[in-house]
């Protein structure tokens, strides 16, 4: 069976953003099956306007200059190539309603599910991670 | 210079985009073509070895020139491996790297691609791609014991019934082939 890698995204900032959509980049390139299952401050990864944005943990925001002389690619980018390569993209219906947003609040390409969705997918995973 | 069927930029671009451009640049290759990917992240050396450990792709080696490590990558065909042998002429290797030194009698073919040859070969190896050897027959000489080497025994399958259907009357398929070679090597240079 091909592998699988199941990933919980639950934190907002940056350098969150880049260890989810890395990995779950890369994993896609070596065809894994890969689904990331986006929950409380996670959904800012894949919001429209706020992954355009993301915040840098605190402290820590003299690596912007960093990012960039890397040339490293934007989160907007990388979400959006992430989806293009089969990456599975679950927003958490429940933190969803808990803050009021809406299935349009976020990038195209997205299923809303809860917990059960992904879990589904996670049992048959040989790497389940958590960012 | 290595023979490429594609050359893909990646300069200047920091992981994950070089495994992503590989893999869609791959994906739009037939089958034994050889793609050179050009990338100036340090890392990419490590990670295009495991991305082709885990895609089945081949990864041939890597050169570097100044900050540029130019990776070469052979694509797969799902069916190499599992392909019957049909030429009954048959030496292991071990056999094979006893008799080099007799080189007066002695022919070893190569029929893998030029980029494969030119990261590790057996010293006096003559290079002939499969695809082209049945215009080149005359290169070879008829008189002497020809043995055929690829890398798992299945290209060089081919290229011994291609010669003993030209005449070639002593011809003997190397198994398993250069994926297991273990024997003098040379590379490099031309």
Known sequence: ?131 | MIKVDQTLDCKGLSCPMPIVRTKKAIDQLEAGQVIEVQATDKGSLADIQGWARNTGHQYLGTTTEGDVLKHYLRKSDPNEVKEETKYPHVIQNEELAQRLTDKENIVVLDVREPAEYAFKRIPGAVSIPLGELEGRLQEIDKNKEVFVVCRTGSRSDMASQLLAENGFENVKNVLPGMSEWNGPEEEGGK
């Open chain 1, 1 to 131: 069976m091909a592998n699988r890698t199941a990933i919980i995204a639950s934190n907002g900032s940056m350098f969150d953003a880049y260890k989810v959509f890395n990995i779950a980049t890369a994993a896609a390139s070596a065809d894994y099956e890969v689904t990331i299952f986006f929950t409380f401050e996670g959904l800012n990864l894949i919001h429209k306007e706020a992954h355009k944005n993301l915040p840098m943990p605190a402290g820590k925001e003299h690596f912007a200059e960093g990012f960039q002389k890397a040339n490293v690619p934007s989160i907007e980018e990388l979400a959006q190539m992430a989806v293009e390569m089969g990456v599975k993209i679950i927003a958490c219906q429940m933190t969803m309603d808990v803050m009021n947003l809406k299935k349009e609040d976020f990038i195209d390409g997205i299923d809303v599910g809860g917990a059960m969705m992904f879990l589904d997918f996670a049992k048959d995973a040989n790497m389940t991670l958590t960012f």
